[in-house]
């Protein structure tokens, strides 16, 4: 996690991807399994919450 | 044919300027849906006795922000950025032979910024300074504007305008100047990085908010024996559109986050480092939608609490829009929404009457927002020489701005209001509404309240 640039011309010259989970696919997803727990989360809860 | 071609390679550089031109006043005039929304909102959260008070207070910050920023606001951007720590602060006092480096390139920003300036005035020769003051003035609104909502239904308007200037026309502006300008001594020093103004905007504007609750206190019966009673909004379907038409300006708010000048080759942020639209575009919609889910899950589907959870959203991730993954933005965005509640209901304890929860939305997430980038976007370099983005140069940043340019002002400036009897309306206005008292109008004429007679 962070910047997957060692210098700033590499991020200011930077042509494909710039996001800090560049290095670290395996966080990217974890938050996207975590995205869609909430997801469901909430669609349960819709029918619960009163 | 040839001779076409040569006419239309000739009127490029006008395209080129033209398009930028054209970007920022397309997007400035659109991000006034911002200010339609907080009318909207602001109306709808108070009592029908205060309605048009309540309006015209919010109104009335768009020309009362605009003439000051007009007048010093914009040369404060440009005049501060090196100072105190960098450079000289900059003004009509500045002998420009005496400048070399980055002071004198930051110094040629700073002609143009004065209200007597001919790049401010009808010219062929700048096409663009106009268009930048007109953003950065919304900007300004905007931020006073966030201060409006917390503190209605019981403040004097005149005592509100001197506090809008101060926070729409200095305050957040010195923030914007050390922390969001490509000179400013918070990034070149600290590596600072705040893209869509999680803490140079809302973190600012928040807390100096609470500064000024501190001393007005809270409404009549908003308390009793210390305990929190209901003010019910009159009109919750207003508030409700309201917010959405301020997620709307938003979309149009961070995109003027983004450079976008006739010569470039890319869209950048305001440090420097490459940004896209189609970036914004995933983020914030994203963002929005975690931090309704998160405003909805915590609130338990109160519906204001819920529709804020969606700014609350936004708001958390602003800070590192431009370098987060989608699938981050959404947990973060869950994650400072969910919070966003909790502070609702800790305002509460202590007795604070913040009545549309602008320290939690704006001043608790903002600070959150401004932190997050030195855990989840540390280490970028965003410019040669700089430090790289860090959770240190986070916190400093982040504390400047929310506490020592919010807070400490906010609080100051409305003590000083309250000791010479110009901060709050007295109780007999606030009890019959200031519609009427001050106004000598009601927003519901034909309108009875009385409760219906059985037959």
Not at chain 1, 16 to 27: D, E, K, N, R
Not at chain 2, 126 to 137: H, N, Y
Request: contains cysteine; negative net charge; aromatic residues 14%.
């Amino acid at each position: 996690m962070g910047s997957p640039f060692d210098t700033a011309e590499g991020y200011v010259n930077a042509e494909g991807a710039i996001h800090s989970f560049v290095g670290s696919p395996a966080l990217a997803t974890i938050c996207l399994i975590l995205s869609v727990i909430i997801t469901l989360w909430f669609l349960y809860r819709s029918f619960t919450l009163h | 044919m040839e001779e076409q071609a040569i006419e239309g390679l000739a009127a490029l550089p006008f395209l080129k300027l033209f398009t930028a031109e054209a970007y920022y006043y397309i997007t400035g005039v659109l991000m006034l849906l911002i200010h339609v929304g907080f009318l909207a909102y602001e109306g709808g959260v108070a009592r029908s006795k205060n309605f048009l008070a309540t309006m015209l207070k919010n109104l009335m910050t768009v020309p009362i922000v605009g003439l000051t920023f007009f007048f010093f606001g914009f040369w404060v951007y440009n005049a501060f950025p090196l100072w105190p720590v960098t450079g000289p602060l900059f003004g009509p006092w500045t002998d420009p032979a005496s400048l070399s480096g980055v002071a004198s390139d930051a110094y040629g920003l700073v002609v143009g910024s004065y209200p007597w300036s001919e790049a401010l005035a009808p010219t062929k020769s700048d096409e663009l300074t106009g268009v930048f003051w007109m953003v950065f003035a919304l900007f300004a609104m905007t931020t006073a504007s966030i201060l409006s909502g917390a503190v209605i239904e019981r403040i004097q308007m005149g005592g509100y305008y001197i506090l809008a200037v101060v926070l729409g026309s200095f305050c957040w502006v010195l923030a914007a100047a050390w922390g969001w300008n490509y000179y400013g001594w918070w990034t070149t020093e600290w590596g600072w990085h705040d893209f869509g103004c999680a803490v140079v905007v809302h973190g600012v504007s928040g807390m100096f908010a609470l500064g000024v609750l501190l001393n007005l206190g809270p409404r009549i019966g908003r308390f009793v024996d210390g305990k929190p009673q209901p003010i019910l909004p009159h009109n919750i379907s207003l508030t409700l559109i309201g917010l959405f038409l301020i997620f709307i300006g938003f979309f149009f708010f961070l995109a003027d986050c983004v450079i976008f000048l006739p010569d470039y080759t890319g869209l950048t942020t305001i440090y420097g480092g490459p940004v896209t639209l189609a970036t914004l575009a995933m983020n914030v919609t994203l963002a929005l939608s975690a931090g309704l889910i998160g405003g909805y899950l915590s609130s338990k589907a109160d519906p204001f609490l819920t529709i804020s959870g969606g700014l609350a959203g936004i708001i958390t991730v602003a800070g590192g829009l431009d370098l987060y993954h989608p699938g981050l933005v959404i947990v973060l965005a869950f994650a400072g929404a969910w919070i966003m509640p909790k502070g609702v209901a800790m305002m509460e304890k202590f007795g604070i009457d913040d009545v549309v929860g602008a320290v939690p939305v704006h001043g608790i997430t903002g600070m959150i927002g401004g932190i997050l980038p030195g855990i989840f976007a540390a280490g970028y370099i965003q410019q040669a020489g700089q430090p790289p983005i860090n959770l240190l140069g986070q916190l400093g940043g982040t504390f400047i701005g929310a506490i020592l340019l919010g807070f400490v002002p906010g609080y100051l400036v409305s003590l000083l209001l309250k000791s010479l009897g110009l901060l709050r309306v007295s109780p007999e206005f606030e009890e019959e509404g200031l519609d009427l008292k001050e106004l000598g109008v009601s927003a519901y004429p034909e309108q009875t309240f009385a409760a219906p007679v059985k037959a």
